[in-house]
C-alpha cells in the first residue's frame, strides 16, 4: 500500500528515518507493527522494559490472571493462530498469556522492530517536514511520519504518596512491577494496601503462604467467583469449529465479550423476588463477569442494581463467618461502576485465622513507618509490604512522556481538565498522531483484544487512505473533537458508572481532573468509527503533501 519506503539512515544527521514509530509492546504495539509492515512501512517498536507483553509483562503478582475467558481475550486476526493454540484454563493466568503473546512475537518474527530497554523521553511534531520526532533515554533520533501510542490503559502505576514512605526497612512490591523471580512470603507478616482487582487476585494465594497478612481497605468492591478450571480439549474445539461466527457475535455484545452467556435485556425492576434470585443464583455458579448481564437495566438503574447488591451482600455474609468482617467487606456503592472483580475464594480468606481486615474507610493510613504501617492509631508491623494501589490510569503512560503537537502545544497542558479526542483514536492539534485505546474509546470497559484490533486495523486503514491519496497529514477538527467529548459524557451520564470514585473517573489519583474517560458500548462505537471513514474521514483535517 505504501509507495517506498522512507530512507533508512540519515547518517549526516544521526537521525533515523521510518514511516512509523509505535511505542509499547504489547497487544496493541505488536499487531500495529505486524499490520504497518504487511502495508510494507518501515515501522519500528520501542518498549520500556526488557521484553514484549505490556500488561502482562509487569502485572506477575501471585494469582495474576485475566478476567476475559482465554478463548475470547485472544487475537483474532490470524485463523491459524486462534486455531492452533491451545489454552489450558478457562481464564489465563499471566504466565500462559506473556507466553502466547511471545509465541505471537516469534511466530510473525516480529522481534526486528522492537527494541526494548528503551523509554520514549520526547515526542514532537514538525509542521515543515510533517513528521514527528522522537527521543528516547537511550539518546536514540528517530523521525517518523506517523506515531502511535500504543502504551496501555493500566501501565503507570499509582503509588500514592504515603507519609514516611521511603522509612520502611523491608521490602516493599508493586502489584504492577512485581518481581520477575517473584516473592517467597512463607512465615512473613505482610500488609497489603489496596482491594481492587489485583488485591482480590493476589489475597488469597499470599494468604496462603504468610505468617499473617493484614489488609487494609479503604473501600470494599464487589467480587464475583471466577470458577476457574481446566478448559476440555472438546470446549477449545467446539468453539474453534466456528471461531470466526463466535467472534463475530462476541464483536456485537456491548463489552464484545460473553455471548454465550446470554446477556438479558429484561429488566430487574420488573422481575418477581423468585426470579431475581434464581437468574444471581445461577449467574453466581457460572462465575465471572457476565453476572453483570442478568438484567438489561443493572447499569442504568439504581433500583435495578440494588438488588444486584443485595445478592452480592447476602454471598458475602454467608460466607464470611465473622459478621463484623462481613459487613466491613459489604460494598454499598453501584455493582459495576468500580470493575466487578472475579476472585478464587477471595471472601473465603477472611476466615483464615491469620489474616486480618483494617477498614481505612474513615481514616486514611497515618504513615508508613520503619517497621510498617500506622493506621487508627495503631502500629502494624510487617517484614514486608505489598501496594496493590493500581494505576494512573489511561493517561497516566502519555503523561510521562514530553508529548507536543502543533505549534509546541503539549498534550500534558492540553489535557489538564481531562482528556479530549476525537473516537479515542486521534486529538486535534497533533497531526498523524493517533492512541490505541485512547481515552473516550471502549478500551477499558470492553475485551481489550477486540479493542485493540479494532483500533489497529482503523488506524492502519487510515494510513493506507493518506498514502494513496497523497495525504501528508490527518488530525481532527476542533469541532468534531468538542462533539465526541460531549457525546462520551453525554451517553457515560445515562448510565450508573460515574456515581462512584472509580479510576475510570481518574478518581483514583489526587489531583487528577474527573473526568469519564472511556466510551460506553463497543459496538456503536465501531459503527461510528466505520460511518466516520464511509464518509472520507468526516470530522478530520486533511491536509496535501508537504512541500518541505
Ligand atoms: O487497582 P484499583 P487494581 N490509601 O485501582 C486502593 C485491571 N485488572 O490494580 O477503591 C488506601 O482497582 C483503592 O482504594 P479505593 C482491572 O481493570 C484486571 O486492583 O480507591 N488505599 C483500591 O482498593 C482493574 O480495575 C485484572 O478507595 C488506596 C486499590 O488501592 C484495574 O486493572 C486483574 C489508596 C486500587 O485498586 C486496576 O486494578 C488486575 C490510598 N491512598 C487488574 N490509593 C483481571 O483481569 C488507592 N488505594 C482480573
Known amino acids: 500500500m505504501m509507495s517506498e519506503p522512507r530512507s533508512k539512515t540519515s547518517a549526516a544527521d544521526n537521525v533515523r528515518k521510518l514511516d512509523a514509530v509505535i511505542v509499547g509492546a504489547g497487544f496493541a504495539g505488536l499487531y500495529m507493527l505486524h499490520k504497518l509492515r504487511e502495508q510494507g512501512m518501515e515501522v519500528l517498536v520501542l518498549e520500556a522494559a ?16 485475566c478476567d476475559v475467558e482465554s478463548m475470547e481475550y485472544s487475537y483474532q486476526f490470524s485463523d491459524e493462530l486462534q486455531q492452533q493454540w491451545q489454552w489450558t484454563e478457562r481464564y489465563a493466568s499471566q504466565p500462559e498469556i506473556l507466553k502466547y503473546i511471545n509465541h505471537v512475537a516469534d511466530r510473525f518474527d516480529l522481534r526486528r522492530d522492537i527494541k526494548l530497554n528503551t523509554q520514549v523521553s520526547t515526542a514532537s511534531y514538525d509542521e515543515g517536514t510533517a513528521s514527528w520526532s522522537v527521543n528516547t533515554n537511550n539518546g536514540d533520533e528517530l523521525s517518523a511520519r506517523f506515531c502511535i501510542m500504543a502504551t496501555g490503559c493500566l501501565s503507570s502505576t499509582n503509588l500514592p504518596k504515603f507519609k514516611g514512605l521511603d522509612d520502611f526497612t523491608g521490602p516493599t512490591y508493586h502489584t504492577g512491577q512485581w518481581p520477575h523471580a517473584g516473592v517467597d512470603f512463607t512465615g512473613l507478616r505482610v500488609g497489603i494496601i489496596g482491594t481492587g482487582s489485583s488485591a482480590v487476585q493476589a489475597i488469597p494465594i499470599i494468604a496462603e503462604q504468610a505468617k499473617h497478612l493484614t489488609v487494609f481497605q479503604r473501600t470494599p468492591n464487589y467480587s464475583v467467583p471466577a470458577r476457574n478450571g481446566p478448559l476440555p480439549l472438546e470446549v477449545q474445539q467446539s468453539i474453534k469449529a466456528e471461531y470466526q461466527q463466535f467472534r463475530k457475535t462476541n464483536n456485537q455484545m456491548p463489552f464484545a465479550f460473553g455471548s454465550k452467556y446470554n446477556f438479558r435485556e429484561d429488566a430487574a425492576t420488573e422481575a418477581t423476588q423468585e426470579e431475581l434470585r434464581t437468574e444471581y443464583e445461577q449467574r453466581w455458579r457460572t462465575g465471572g463477569l457476565p453476572f453483570l448481564g442478568a438484567f438489561g437495566d443493572l447499569l442504568f438503574d439504581m433500583g435495578a442494581n440494588d438488588t444486584a447488591g443485595d445478592f452480592i451482600r447476602n454471598k458475602i ?36 485465622p491469620n489474616v486480618t481486615l483494617v477498614d481505612i474507610s474513615g481514616d486514611p493510613i497515618e504513615c508508613i513507618t520503619p517497621d510498617g504501617v ?19 490510569a489511561m493517561t497516566g503512560a502519555l503523561f510521562n512522556m514530553d508529548i507536543r503537537g502543533r505549534d509546541g502545544l503539549e498534550l500534558r497542558e492540553k489535557w489538564s481538565a481531562g482528556p479530549r479526542t476525537y473516537l479515542g483514536l486521534t486529538t486535534a492539534g497533533f497531526p498523524n498522531f493517533f492512541t490505541i485505546s485512547g481515552p473516550g474509546s471502549p478500551s477499558v470497559l470492553t475485551n481489550m483484544l477486540p479493542s ?28 468534531a473533537e468538542d462533539a465526541w467529548v460531549d457525546h462520551v459524557n453525554a451517553v457515560a451520564d445515562t448510565t450508573l458508572y460515574p456515581t462512584c470514585n472509580s479510576w475510570y473517573l481518574g478518581a483514583n489519583v489526587p489531583g487528577k481532573p474527573r473526568v469519564f474517560m ?20 468526516d470530522g478530520f483535517k486533511l491536509s496535501a503533501v508537504s512541500q518541505a
Open 50 to 65: 526488557d521484553g514484549v507483553g505490556g500488561t502482562w509483562y509487569w502485572n506477575r503478582y501471585p494469582g495474576a490472571r
Open 317 to 352: 455474609h454467608e460466607t464470611v463467618q465473622d459478621t463484623a468482617v462481613a459487613e466491613t467487606l459489604s460494598p454499598r456503592q453501584v455493582v459495576g461502576c468500580k470493575r466487578l472483580c472475579a476472585d478464587t475464594n477471595y471472601y473465603e480468606t477472611y476466615n483464615r
Open 374 to 392: 500506622r493506621a487508627k492509631g495503631e502500629n502494624f508491623e510487617f517484614d514486608c509490604i505489598v501496594f496493590a494501589t493500581g494505576f494512573d
Open 452 to 479: 485493540i484490533e479494532q483500533h489497529v486495523e482503523w488506524i492502519a486503514d487510515c494510513v493506507a487512505y493518506l498514502q494513496s491519496n497523497d495525504y501528508a497529514s490527518i488530525e481532527p477538527s476542533s469541532e
Open 518 to 537: 472511556p466510551y460506553v458500548g463497543f459496538p456503536p462505537y465501531v459503527e461510528k468509527c466505520n460511518e466516520v471513514v464511509a464518509k472520507g474521514y
